[in-house]
């Protein structure tokens, strides 16, 4: 397998791996990130020891920041292998666990979304899906995972608004599968995944396909929110957000980039604030 400079892979414990992501300064998903998961499943799949796998942020306040767009459109096909991914990764026989510190945003919770579980800091973690704030619609999956997961009109809310969601909310809506302190996070996750890892594996495989039976999205699904994507991409008013955003501090340690969610109405254009306006 080849070298995988944004992921650490730890295989002290048997049966399981922990996968720690780091890609300075924010965590930001570039095509090289896709690339090398890529290269992770295969990896995965091809251990027949592992049952269960944990991934963590090297970054507190970033799980992951959201794609590089610029860079992902200049390699279109990479959310075609972002699709592969994702369906792999949720069929694979392996238990798949995401431990949640700070932002998970766009693709980060696209991925987190595509894992069997999410555990999440109370007081750290924050989900969104802010494609819609510039122009876009999600394309790596959120759109397949949320109304199955949430709910319709709680995927709506989440998608549309394009705001960023606390832990709490997140608990409440069904988006992860608990919060904890995070005094208590590693704790939780690290002996979920030794219970997990004494159990048999082909047992453990056996229940997570009947499952993956109800609420898993085919590639059909994931396919046509890809197609979606590259169509918005391309539109005039997806272009004039995009041009607003890179006048921000987009991709590097900062308010804009903590409080996300907070700043995307003011991408739109200015003649929008007057246009209920009646004329006099």
Aim: proline fraction near 6%; include cysteine.
């Amino acid at each position: 397998m080849p070298d995988l400079s944004q992921f650490n892979i730890d295989r002290t414990y048997p049966g399981r791996w922990t996968i720690t992501f780091s890609n300075p300064p924010i965590n930001m998903f570039v095509p090289a990130t896709i690339d090398e998961l890529g290269a992770l499943m295969t990896d995965l799949e091809a251990d027949p020891s592992v049952k269960v796998v944990v991934f963590q942020s090297a970054n507190p306040d970033f799980f992951v920041a959201h794609l590089d767009v610029a860079k992902a459109a200049e390699r279109p096909e990479v959310l075609g292998d972002w699709r592969d991914f994702v369906l792999r990764l949720s069929s694979t026989p392996v238990a798949s666990i995401a431990k949640i510190r700070g932002r998970t945003r766009g693709i980060g919770n696209e991925f987190v979304l595509a894992c069997d579980m999410r555990f999440a800091s109370r007081q750290s973690a924050l989900f969104g899906n802010p494609e819609v704030g510039v122009g876009l619609v999600p394309g790596g999956g959120a759109l397949e995972w949320l109304p199955r997961l949430v709910g319709r009109s709680r995927a709506i809310e989440i998608v549309l608004s394009a705001d960023d969601f606390d832990a709490d909310i997140a608990e409440r809506y069904g988006w992860v599968n608990r919060t904890l302190d995070d005094d208590d996070l590693d704790s939780f996750v690290d002996a979920l995944g030794r219970r997990l890892a004494s159990f048999d594996r082909e047992t453990l495989a056996a229940a997570k396909a009947q499952i993956n039976r109800f609420g898993t999205p085919t590639a059909t699904e994931l396919q046509s929110s890809i197609d979606a994507f590259f169509s918005t991409l391309v539109s005039p008013g997806a272009q004039a957000r995009r041009i607003k955003l890179r006048s921000m501090a987009y991709g590097v340690p900062g308010d804009f980039e903590m409080n996300f969610g907070r700043y995307l109405p003011e991408f739109g254009r200015a003649d929008d604030d007057h246009a209920d306006t009646p004329p006099h």
